[in-house]
């Protein structure tokens, strides 16, 4: 996964902390959101100040296993001696990772800063001067707790690199990211990429089952305070409240975004020689509107750069989902793609008008996230002026955010046997769901399928799929232009009944 840097300013020299885990200043800091939102705010009221960079060479030339050699000692965890239900391990600085991130601990009515001392890690094989460990800070952290066994604290979420974050709910592999805020993705212009710059963690009580966190975020454009409520679980949920505020005007703000990974699946097969039939993060984009219809977009690895969108306004919810659940679809005993978790995304309050962008980008392997998903508000916030978000995050495996109906399963492209080969494209897409399993074998189903003006429908057909008990529809279809996409659309009614969610795909240029 593409790693972004970090940036804040120079931390000050490291405090002696001998064998305590590490110093605790006595200095105050904002801790409650109302504190952060203020520093946001005049943050956003001055000129940007680019953070300093504070990474030794030694440690800037770093490969990506030296700088793994490098690791957090468990024993010396933050909270680890006071017997509370969670724990925080950090991140050493190294490679992309050339500024530090302020961590601070919120206890009672005081907030302390966190500092960094090299006494909690251990450096392996590398062989660094003490020198050049003396004025580092934290790369970032992650928060630990017990959901898969009691016997032991699981990793459940992760903030490392500019605002991206990741979590876990019960037997889940991480895979697809979550960001603070995306700021002109898939512009000419260029993406510019805020940071979390400092963070405030609230020490729980000893049955807390929650954890509040507090960061301050930057960028040359965008300051804001965020809050997030982790309650980690076989749905991890995170709460997100967030208070943004612009220095200047942004073209493309894009609201709680999602970044994940398709490189091949049913519907694209790979382009190399794989023994895995299908490798992705997510395999589709799900969409709650807010006039309550489902939609599916498939995802796709396309040639060249695709950006989609759906106008929707006070959206109920979106994500992007892994609704392929079943190993030998991937056969990677590795990866283990089939417990990649689906995150879904419930607005808080009313969102206005706006859209859900989808942004496709053309990957040659797995190691680069190619798929952005988030929310682009139509009237964004003026320079100076709040814009106040709220939302919930689900990380989700045994039991995702689907339609009540019948929901897609998969999308097929190719035909089968043809005695004369022809130019024609061929797509099967099965449904499954309760609307779907009360129907008798003999119910007559009706495919409603359009396509844009690129593309002509020649053949739509439904059959029933007698194995799971779900519906397949077959479209046949020609493109006009070879050089540019078809939109299709299209669900299963019978009379004047919707049975589906709305099958939306795209079939990207040639």
Known sequence: MASYTLQVSRMARRFACGALLCCLLPAAFAFTFEDVAARAKKLAASPYAPPEKNLPRSLANLDYDQLRDIRFDPAKALWRNNRLPFEIAFFHQGRSFDTPVRINEIVGKTAHEIRFDPKLFNYGANNLPAKDLAE?????????????????????????????????????????????LAVDTALSSGEEFPQFTEFWVERPGPTEKQLTIYALLDSRRVAGAYRFVLRPGIDTVIDVKAQL??????TKLGIAPLTSMYFFGENQRSQVEDYRPEVHDSDGLSIHSGTGEWIWRPLVNP????????????????????????FADYEDLEARYEMRPSVWIEPKGQWGAGRVELVQIPTPDETNDNIVAYWVPDAPPKPGAPLDIEYRLLWQKEVERRPPSSWTTQTRRGHGWVRKPDDTIALMVDFEGPALKKLPVDATLLPVVSADPNGKILETNVIRNEVNGGWRMTVKLKRVDEKKPVELRGYLSTDNTTLSETWSYILSPE
């Open 136 to 180: 580092l800070g934290y790369a970032g952290f992650r928060v630990h707790y017990p959901i898969n066994t009691l016997a032991y604290k699981d990793e459940v979420l992760t903030f490392q690199g500019a605002s991206y974050f990741r979590a876990l709910g019960k037997g889940q592999l991480y895979g697809l990211s979550a960001r603070g």
């Open 245 to 250: 505020y612009l220095r200047e005007n942004v």
């Open 303 to 326: 040639k060249r750069l695709l950006v989609t969108s759906y106008a929707l306004t006070n959206p109920a919810g979106f994500g992007l989902m892994q609704r392929d659940r079943r």
